[in-house]
């Protein structure tokens, strides 16, 4: 039986897919599965039984993924749950950015008690007048989830579109059209676009992608969204463009103190994955991933630990280790297992940065012994008998 805890409310059509050796807990301590959405971890303290976290969505940053990493912690996220809702949300940002819907609206409002508001209408439209996306150029930084459909659609909406993306996945190439001009230098983005979107995550390499040097390479009258992270791009420098008139909009949907009220920044309040639809599939992936872990050892779509699947375990036993990332691990386990008399039928090794992750298919039951003595080799973090 394992317990979980909910951070913050999860979408019941997700929360069903537990089965019955799943239970529900509102006591952090005795749980060993945690789910998530952004509620703040860096503080917090955990249980020591803790096994992995679940994020319902794409970002991170609430997460102290280094820290869990060394309590053998596994953190994972929903890629691409969320990413027709955040797509159409792209789309949106840059209509309201090439026509001024929004001041439209206003005064709208504004003269909602002019009973000459028609025509009214007819003399003030001109002031909200703007530019169609047909034909304009769009620039995507980053071509995963969320990039790449965002590419498709804006193509076909007539868009000319260019990607850049140096760690684009053979599946996400296919998944693009063949009309998109890939670009292998970002440069080309920042020098021939009319909107230039941004959709990777965000790191130290990554931070302030679009600073002042990126602003400056940049077209007069560009549109910047992003929908991203906020720290991908140096705010503070578009705020300066837009007043010098280089930059004609920046659509963010991450609202702070630095750009809150700032003349031709348009905030949306972090709605990007605010669908039912969003939330629903972010539910059911997170759960489906954490269960995935918990029953079979298996990684997918982990931040803090590499990819590891093995299926469904047909030996007698498997066991899990989270170890450091360095040599002869590997040859430790065989070793302690061949000592032991113990065959290993089955066997996957992975590492990603400082750790690595190795799971072992025997021919014999797993045992508290067993499993305390493989804790007790150097370089081990975690040990856990799957089966």
Known sequence: ??????????????????????????????????????????????????LAVARAGAGVNNIPLAKFAGQGIVVFNTPGANANGVKELVIAGMLLASRDIVGGINWAYENKDNADIAKSAEKAKGKFAGTELLNKKLGIIGLGAIGGPVA????????????????????????????????????????????????????EDTKNTIDKAALAKMKDGVI?????????????????????????????????PTIAGQEGIIIIPHLGASTEESEDNCAKMAVKQMMNYLENG????????????????????????IHANKAN???????????QGINISDMVNKSKGEFGVTMLDIEAETNPETIKKLEAISGVIRVRAVK
Not at 11 to 32: I, M, P, W
Not at 304 to 313: A, I, K, L, S
Not at 329 to 339: H, L, Q, R
């Open 1 to 50: 039986m394992f317990a979980y805890h909910c951070l913050n409310p999860i979408a019941e059509v997700g929360l069903t897919n537990f089965t019955a050796n799943y239970e529900k807990t509102d006591d952090l301590s005795s749980a060993q599965a945690i789910l998530v959405r952004s509620a703040l971890m860096h503080d917090m303290d955990v249980p020591n039984d803790l």
């Open 152 to 203: 498709n659609l804006a193509r076909h909406m007539g868009m000319k579109v260019y990607g850049y993306d140096p760690f684009l996945s053979v599946e996400a190439a296919w998944n693009l059209s063949r009309d998109i001009v890939h670009a292998t230098d970002i440069n080309v983005i920042f020098e021939e676009c009319d909107f230039i979107t941004i959709h990777v995550p965000l790191t």
């Open 224 to 256: 910047i969204l992003n929908f991203s992270r906020d720290l991908l791009v140096d705010e503070e420098a578009v705020i300066q463009e837009i007043k010098a008139g280089k930059v004609r909009k920046y659509v963010t949907d991450f609202p702070n």
């Open 298 to 321: 298996n990684i997918v779509n982990s931040v803090n630990f590499p990819e590891v699947d093995m299926g469904v375990c047909r030996q007698k036993g498997r066991v899990a280790i």
């Open 329 to 339: 691990m590997i040859s430790k386990f065989t070793a302690f297992f061949g000592d």
